[in-house]
């Protein structure tokens, strides 16, 4: 069996309950360590067979799981974040099922959540943004057509933009063809939930340097909108004069 486990942004008691309890259990742990917190491998039991899949081909790591699966063992192949977002686990689920093999998928929390923490702020704001945009600048892998960082800008919503802290010059640029203005704030959060974590704020035309400024350009995201400013409305839901399906409000008499 496989479970492809999301360990969290970096913060070692960020790994679900569950899935910290197949990590424990698990014969055989391929890990993406490039980007997950070795610490938690120290949950790891005695004998199990580790992998780190940052030198590894897609085709290395499904060997990997195929031998195991012939072994008898159980398999964990520890993504980072959430493995659902920039986790390449597709290919990976297609290689197992023509090998009929079975596996799960037990999701984790993604530092676009974590980032969020760090930085204080809520993504959906009432009167400022209601929309949230994942995505990441194109650099040596393209995005589809359509995905632009400049068209995705144009709507002005709050956005974590992954991957591209490392073209932040790039990055602002295309960001002030869409919505935003040089005055939209900007948080740029290295290792979100990590003990270095980093929090920078800045305007939008300042990102490039501000990054440069602290050395970051590499695992950090950056979050861009209004939500990280000071005005938004009051949410409608916890007002006394709003009525729901648990409570009346006074809008009622």
Same mark, same amino acid.
């Given at each position: 069996?496989?479970?492809?486990?999301?360990?969290?942004?970096?913060?070692?008691?960020?790994?679900?309950?569950?899935?910290?309890?197949?990590?424990?259990?698990?014969?055989?742990? %391929?890990?993406?360590?490039?980007?997950?917190?070795?610490?938690?491998?120290?949950?790891?039991?005695?004998?199990a067979v580790i992998h780190d899949?940052?030198?590894?081909?897609?085709?290395?790591?499904?060997?990997?799981?195929?031998?195991?699966?012939?072994?008898?063992?159980?398999t964990v192949r520890l993504h980072?974040?959430?493995?659902?977002?920039? +986790?390449?686990?597709?290919?990976?689920?297609?290689?197992?099922?023509?090998?009929?093999?079975?596996?799960? %998928?037990?999701? +984790?929390?993604?530092?676009?959540?974590? $980032? $969020?923490?760090?930085?204080? $702020?809520?993504?959906?704001?009432?009167?400022?943004?209601?929309?949230?945009?994942?995505?990441?600048?194109?650099?040596?892998?393209?995005?589809?057509?359509?995905?632009?960082?400049?068209?995705?800008?144009?709507? +002005?919503?709050?956005?974590?933009?992954?991957?591209?802290?490392?073209?932040?010059?790039?990055?602002?640029?295309?960001?002030?063809?869409?919505?935003?203005?040089?005055?939209?704030?900007?948080?740029?959060?290295?290792?979100?939930?990590?003990?270095?974590?980093?929090?920078?704020?800045?305007?939008?035309?300042?990102?490039?340097? $501000?990054?440069?400024?602290?050395? %970051?350009?590499?695992?950090?995201?950056?979050?861009?909108?209004?939500?990280?400013?000071?005005?938004?409305?009051?949410?409608?839901?916890?007002?006394?004069?709003?009525t729901t399906g648990f409570r009346?409000?006074?809008?009622?008499?």
């Amino acid at each position: 069996m496989i479970w492809f486990v999301g360990a969290g942004p970096g913060d070692i008691d960020l790994i679900t309950v569950k899935g910290q309890r197949h990590l424990r259990e698990a014969d055989q742990v %391929i890990f993406a360590g490039s980007l997950v917190n070795p610490t938690l491998l120290e949950q790891c039991k005695v004998g199990a067979v580790i992998h780190d899949s940052a030198v590894m081909t897609l085709e290395q790591v499904i060997e990997a799981m195929r031998a195991g699966e012939q072994n008898g063992w159980t398999t964990v192949r520890l993504h980072t974040g959430d493995p659902s977002l920039y +986790g390449a686990i597709r290919e990976q689920m297609d290689a197992l099922k023509r090998l009929a093999i079975n596996y799960e %998928i037990v999701p +984790g929390v993604s530092s676009f959540s974590a $980032a $969020a923490a760090a930085v204080e $702020a809520e993504y959906t704001l009432p009167g400022v943004s209601q929309t949230v945009i994942l995505t990441r600048l194109a650099g040596r892998t393209p995005v589809p057509d359509g995905e632009d960082m400049a068209t995705l800008a144009a709507h +002005g919503a709050s956005m974590a933009v992954f991957l591209s802290s490392g073209l932040l010059g790039k990055l602002q640029d295309k960001l002030l063809a869409g919505a935003y203005t040089e005055d939209t704030p900007v948080a740029l959060v290295y290792k979100a939930s990590w003990p270095d974590e980093q929090v920078i704020r800045c305007r939008l035309g300042d990102l490039a340097r $501000a990054g440069a400024d602290h050395g %970051i350009d590499k695992t950090a995201l950056v979050l861009v909108g209004d939500f990280l400013g000071d005005d938004y409305e009051r949410s409608r839901l916890y007002h006394p004069d709003f009525t729901t399906g648990f409570r009346k409000g006074t809008d009622a008499d």
